[in-house]
């Protein structure tokens, strides 16, 4: 599994968009790239995944470059509710894939009022 | 409601204790997660199993024990080999079907050993 690198923690303040990037030099080809959010004290929680390009869904927009060597998760106008920890995960997840993660110590998102 | 349940929430035990940590799922998954997570850290993986009466060695396993009997359940036993037990317990699962890496995850389980 590829290992990532991010930023340990990222301000924001209330409505503006915030882009969280992650580097995976060593990304496989049959690699696909995931984002979780968690809050203090829960589980994570899926957000997004993809493989090239641009992803959107309700939540985020994941942005990923030709050479996916990186890939940056943006969050549109961020609440106060945004406050967590970002993980970003990179793995194959197609045949004989089993699952396995490896979490990082992930991006500490603080926004304040 | 489908999900993954975990109990009890807090647990406290005497060192040299061997505790069994619950995790239950209903949505139907076939494959089985649990994490180990200590203040500041990411997730770390304890043990998975991907099928019924089958689990492999995540990449801190070395004293902790599961079983898996029945689809739903994955109980992880914490024993009195595990140097350092107490941290934050997760459970998760998947389907194992392909091009997915999306697992669900319960609220987890505060082990503290004194």
């Known amino acids: 599994l590829a290992k990532t690198t991010q930023p340990i923690s990222m301000d924001s303040y209330e409505g503006q968009e915030v882009n969280i990037t992650c580097s995976h030099n060593?990304?496989?080809?049959?690699?696909?790239i995931t984002w979780y959010q968690q809050f203090p004290s829960q589980g994570p929680r899926f957000i997004i995944q993809?493989?090239?390009t641009k992803v959107t869904n309700e939540v985020a927009s994941l942005f990923i470059p030709a050479d996916r060597k990186s890939s940056t998760l943006s969050l549109p106008r961020v609440s106060l509710s945004d406050t967590a920890v970002y993980y970003c995960?990179?793995?194959?997840?197609?045949?004989?894939?089993?699952?396995?993660?490896?979490f990082g110590q992930g991006t500490t998102l603080q926004v304040k009022p | 409601d489908g999900g993954i349940t975990q109990s009890p929430k807090y647990l406290f035990r005497k060192e040299g204790q061997n505790v069994t940590l619950s995790c239950e799922q209903n949505?139907?998954?076939?494959?089985m997660y649990w994490y180990r997570q200590d203040p500041g850290q990411g997730l770390r993986l304890i043990y998975y199993?991907?099928?019924?009466?089958?689990?492999q060695k995540g990449d801190i396993a070395e004293g902790y024990s599961v079983s898996r009997e029945k689809k739903e359940s994955f109980p992880l036993t914490v024993t009195s080999a595990q140097k350092n037990p107490t941290a934050f317990y997760l459970c998760?699962?998947?389907?194992?079907?392909?091009?997915?890496?999306?697992?669900?995850f319960g609220p987890g389980t505060r082990l503290t050993v004194t």
């Open positions: 998760a699962s998947s389907t194992t079907r392909l091009s997915s890496y999306e697992q669900y």
């Open positions: 060593n990304i496989a080809t049959n690699d696909y």
């Open positions: 993809g493989y090239k």
């Open positions: 995960l990179v793995g194959d997840i197609g045949s004989g894939n089993t699952g396995k993660l490896i």
């Open positions: 949505l139907n998954h076939d494959a």
């Open positions: 199993s991907q099928i019924v009466n089958d689990f």
